[in-house]
């Protein structure tokens, strides 16, 4: 579980978030676990050690992205949603971000 310290939205910024729950879109996805390639991963832990504030703890609305005992970042890479986030929630560009292979990721249901 991630137990970083969040600040609250103010209320006039809150009051024009649509009224969307994620729980209840994540709960109506199918996943197609592809074993045998991770879609997304870190370039360089190295890299990851200089970075302060390690905003892909935060950005990843599925929570991929979680660290170890020792600091180092690790990828759950099975869980992601496809949002897109990290080609561009990464400030040093650190992440190896591709679409699954065909016939994997998930599969959303609309309507
Ligand atoms: S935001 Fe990028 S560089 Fe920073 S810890 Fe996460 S993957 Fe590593
Ligand atoms: S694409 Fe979105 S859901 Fe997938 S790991 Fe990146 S931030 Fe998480």
Redesign the pocket.
């Known amino acids: 579980m991630n137990d970083r310290k969040h600040q609250p939205l103010s209320p006039e910024l809150e009051a024009t978030l649509p009224a969307v729950n994620i729980d209840n879109l994540i709960v109506s996805i199918k996943y197609y676990v592809d074993e045998e390639f991770a879609h ?1 991963q870190v370039r360089e832990h190295t890299v990851c050690a200089t970075c302060g504030p390690k905003p892909c703890l935060d ?4 929570r ?2 979680t660290q170890d005992g020792q600091g180092r970042i690790l990828v759950g ?1 099975q869980a ?7 080609r561009i ?1 990464c400030p040093l560009h650190n992440i190896d ?1 591709q679409l699954p292979r065909g016939g994997y990721g998930v599969a959303y249901k609309f309507g």
């Not at 992601?80 to 990290?86: H, I, K, L, N």
Request: aromatic residues 24%; proline residues 6%.
């Open positions: 997304i950005f990843c609305p599925v991929v992205f890479y992601c949603v496809e949002c897109g986030s990290c929630g971000w």
